[in-house]
Structure formats: structure tokens, C-alpha cells
């Protein structure tokens, strides 16, 4: 008994769903630690909380580098994060020491997709600026021109990374009237693309000829400060700008200047630089930006089944089985 218990004991990050704790304290032999709070776990308290456990259970807050593997010792097996993206890992470390990984992918990305697309319509139509002429008294009568925005019929609308998300969102927005879907990545992707008759074009053209550019991608060292001045200065006067992937895939002064100068029309971020963002930021001063904090996948049913996904790919590595979604190194 002593020793199962010994190569089942975990560390949760964080106050997550109950279900997915569910899950880890229901499992025999498994001994949780957690962080049981709604703020992040202090690093300090990471690193002492770490030592000697078999299993990681993190968020995408939590920097998980050679720092906190020293910490965890020889022990660690498996870090199970609650999050589709990784660039929180540090992937090379954690294969060199022969650590598997598992990750949340599929289960978001129907909430994502949504927030994408809620954020596009929130951004082109002005709504947050809309509803704030009501409260201040803004709205006096009817005017032809005043709160105009931009529409997506017959529009192109070109996705950076046609990913499990960006496919999600192509295929909402195809019912608003798109005319065309551009996209560009790493490589073409026929299969995934066929569907919206997407074309695979390289980023500058993408910039050029799009009406709304909506970004999923992964971060990694190619996308990382993606989205420049040179990218902004290529796209429309009348085109809108939404990110839903990380902040760091763009330079948000570059994103200020292209706003505040009318170089882009509007841009929707539910992703920062850092996060949360600091109140004073200048982003936060512009009536054409719209920012929202990290909500992608907020909805109650995809963070219970992120949670128990999560859960269930923490203890399948630490009994040496294959887990529901792992990530390959």
C-alpha cells in the first residue's frame, strides 16, 4: 500500500471543477495535494509543493521549466495540463527527462470557437462602445452614419492556423455570407481546407486581402510577434483584427499605433500581453479595441470536462496506460 501510494501521489495547481478532483481523489491509491484557490499558487509555494510528486496537474498560468522539474525530482512522470495550448512547457526539458505530457485539446474547442466569433460580431459592429452611448447618454436619435460598423457578408475573411479551432470558427462564420476564406500556418492543410474552399495563401497576402483576420494559432518561436507593424501597415483600413490564441503572438504596441492611427478599423482580443493586463495599458484607452480576459473556453460545461480530461490524462500516465489526449514529444 505504502509504496502505490507513493507513486500516486499528485500536485493540482489550482482550485479546479470538482469534477475533475473528483476524479484524482476517487482513483485508488492517488494522494492529492492541492493549491485550493481561485488566485494562481505562488512559486515559491510551487516549487516546495512539487518535491517528490509523480504527477503534475497545471493550468496554462503555472511556467513550468527546469526550475520546477529540478524541484519535482527524478520522480515526476507526468504533467497533465488543463489547456489546449503548451507554450507554457518547456517541451525540450520535459522530454529529455522522459516526461509525458497531456493536454485538453477537442473538448474547447466549440466554446472557443463561439467566443471567436462573438468577439469578430462584438468588434465589427462596435457593440461595447454601442452599449456604453446608451448608458452615458450618448443616444439621442436615429443618425444614418453614427455607430456604423462592418459586416461579413460578402466579406473575406482570412485564419491564421486552421487548426481544430480556426476550422470551428471558418465553419461559423461561413453561414454570415463569407465570400471567401483565406489561411496560412506552416503548411497547406487540403484536407482540413476543402470544406470552406479555403485558400492557402502565405501571411502577407492574407494581411492584404482580408476583411477580418482572425488568429488561432499555437504560439511557438515562428508565430511568436507574428502580427507586426509591417503585418498591420499590409491589411485594410476597413479591417478588423481578432486574436484568440496567445498574446505574445502579437507586438501590442505595433496593434496600438495601427489603431489609434485608423491603419485598422477594430480589433478584438481575448488574449494579452501580459495577463491579466495592466488597467493603464494604452489598448484599454482606444474605443476601437475590444479585450476580454482569457474567456475562450468559459463555458461551465467545457472547464468540468477540461477538468476531468485533465484528471483522467494525469492517471493514465502515472499507471503507464495510453492517455485520453497526450501530447506527443
Not at 495563401?201 to 482572425?214: C, H, I, K, Q, T
Not at 479595441?289 to 485533465?310: D, E, K, N, Q, W
Amino acid at each position: 500500500g505504502a509504496a502505490l501510494g507513493a507513486a500516486m501521489s499528485v500536485f493540482v495547481t489550482r482550485r479546479i471543477p470538482a469534477e475533475g478532483l473528483r476524479v484524482l481523489s476517487q482513483a485508488s491509491g492517488c494522494r492529492v495535494q492541492q493549491w485550493d484557490s481561485e488566485e494562481p499558487v505562488p512559486r515559491a509555494e510551487l516549487l516546495s509543493r512539487v518535491a517528490g510528486t509523480r504527477g503534475l496537474l497545471c493550468l496554462l498560468s503555472d511556467r513550468i521549466d527546469r526550475e520546477v522539474l529540478d524541484a519535482a525530482g527524478p520522480g515526476l512522470q507526468v504533467i497533465s495540463t488543463m489547456s489546449v495550448g503548451f507554450d507554457h512547457l518547456a517541451l525540450d526539458e520535459i522530454k529529455k527527462r522522459g516526461i509525458r505530457v497531456g493536454y485538453t485539446p477537442d473538448v474547447l474547442t466549440d466554446a472557443t470557437a463561439e467566443l471567436s466569433v462573438a468577439l469578430l460580431l462584438s468588434a465589427c459592429r462596435r457593440l461595447p462602445e454601442a452599449a456604453e452611448q446608451v448608458k452615458s447618454g450618448g443616444w439621442t436619435t436615429w443618425k444614418p452614419l453614427w455607430m456604423c460598423g462592418y459586416g461579413l457578408s460578402d466579406s473575406t475573411v482570412g485564419i491564421i492556423g486552421l487548426g481544430r479551432i480556426g476550422q470551428a470558427v471558418a465553419r461559423r462564420l461561413k453561414p454570415f455570407g463569407v465570400k471567401k476564406f483565406l489561411y496560412t500556418g506552416s503548411g497547406p492543410k487540403p484536407e482540413s481546407a476543402a470544406e470552406f474552399r479555403a485558400e492557402f495563401v502565405p501571411l502577407m497576402r492574407l494581411a492584404e486581402e482580408s476583411d477580418f483576420v482572425v488568429v488561432t494559432c499555437a504560439l511557438t518561436p515562428a508565430t511568436q510577434g507574428m502580427c507586426n507593424k509591417d503585418f498591420f501597415s499590409r491589411m485594410k483600413k476597413t479591417s478588423v483584427f481578432v486574436n484568440t490564441s496567445r498574446g505574445t503572438v502579437v507586438n501590442q504596441e505595433d496593434l496600438y499605433d495601427a489603431l489609434s492611427q485608423g491603419q485598422i478599423a477594430a480589433a478584438g482580443l481575448d488574449v494579452t500581453t501580459p495577463e491579466p493586463l495592466p488597467t493603464d495599458h494604452p489598448l484599454l484607452s482606444l474605443k476601437n479595441c475590444v479585450i476580454l480576459p482569457h474567456i475562450g473556453s468559459a463555458t461551465y460545461s467545457t472547464r468540468s470536462t477540461m477538468a476531468v480530461l485533465a484528471a483522467n490524462n494525469l492517471l493514465a500516465g502515472l499507471r503507464g496506460e495510453p492517455m485520453p489526449h497526450e501530447l506527443k514529444l
